[in-house]
């Protein structure tokens, strides 16, 4: 905790990772989140898969070239990112540090090895591991999505088992059991970050100068 | 935070201690609070002032002579004391430290020099600093008290100023503005604090032997 009055990064919003095995139900989690509490921004990754029908540049996703992604890859301009099949995706730097600048906090709902990127890129975020509640609830919902081959799906599996020992190096585990009370958890996790000493040394200083600056105690009358 | 998975701490419960300055309704904010959150218990005072009519020993106070409390100060067993008068008051490790073994979190609502004492022995605990709005909302409760006299308002929003400095000692500041936002922050921070990763290791240690066991994976169908 840094006890410095001038704290540069008193001001900034917090970074929020929000990672867990796949099929966990991030997804959800991340949508209700975004509903209950205020000041809460969705991270917009980046791609060079083409648009789909409806998407959004700069809303959907930020869609760019694989030239103009190698070169920022090379440039270092990325949180993280991975290459899937013959596509690139990742969360550029400038637009979440832009938003932290200007006090918003931001979420980033990614997979397992992106987290581990952003923790080594930007290790003051907030790091959550969504655990499923057990391993049979983990395999129904992969299961249950339907869109993999048998094969698929057992290395989604064991992928998953791999990823469980992640979870050591987050901050806070949310076991997604029952979905109302696992988004109370996301949300109190947020509201608790916002209450830290450390984010909050102007509100103190503010709060020393009235007291400092007030000469009312010593002509009390009532 | 600890890594090992065999933590002794990790299935203890929470020390929590709510401090602020005197008037700033602490009192008021930990009635709500422990309605709210289960599994949440109030730390029991011991004191050697007589029991009132309704006083109840071993519930409103631990009752005791100042010859057993003067004992137990001189073999440590206290969490934190002080003289107020006559009278001596202060929290008894035993009773604290059993509840915490049990599992369950406790809350303990004492004075800023209180909670300095409770952080020199107790480290661990999670330190709430509830913070006025504001010096003129913080004189108008003192005032509303209504019990003091002028010269003992005036040195309580003195001891006030002084007792602002402590909050950077705490993990988190509550601003008691919205009585209700306010209980909701401190809700906050005690769910968040059980989702810590250090205070779930019993949890990740059982999910990973459940992946590690089941051979399911290998004899899937669907």
């Known amino acids: 905790m840094s006890k410095r009055i001038n704290d540069d990064t008193s001001n900034q919003g917090l970074l929020i990772v929000i990672s867990g095995p796949s099929g966990v139900g991030k997804g959800t989690l991340c949508k209700i989140l975004l509903n209950r509490v205020e000041n809460l921004f969705l991270s917009i990754s980046a791609t060079t ?3 789909r029908v409806g998407e959004v540049d700069g809303r959907n996703y930020i869609f760019m070239s694989p030239e103009v992604f190698e070169e920022k890859i090379q440039k270092g301009e990325f949180l993280e990112w ?10 550029p730097k400038d637009k979440v540090f832009q938003m932290l600048r200007e006090g918003k906090d931001v979420v980033l709902e990614i997979d397992i090895q992106g987290a581990a990127q952003v923790k080594k890129n930007y290790p003051e975020g907030i790091f959550i591991f969504i ?6 609830e983990l395999k129904k919902r992969i299961i249950k999505r339907g869109k993999d081959s ?4 057992e290395l989604r599996m064991k992928c998953a088992a791999d ?4 979870a050591l190096d987050y901050d806070y585990i949310v076991l997604n059991d029952d979905l109302n009370q696992a988004a109370l958890c996301l949300q109190s ?3 608790a970050e916002r209450c830290r000493i450390s984010r909050n040394m102007e509100l103190l200083k503010k709060l020393r100068e009235e007291w400092a600056n007030d000469e009312s105690v010593h002509r009390l009358t009532y």
Chains 1, 2 share one sequence.
Request: no cysteine; net charge positive; charged share 25%.
């Open 163 to 166: 990823e469980m020992k992640a």
């Open 189 to 191: 996790i947020i509201l």
């Open 49 to 51: 898969r083409p648009p």
């Open 150 to 153: 048998k094969d698929s799906i």
């Open 131 to 136: 655990s499923p509640p057990n391993f049979d």
């Open 82 to 91: 991975a290459r899937v099949y013959n596509n690139y995706y990742g969360t």
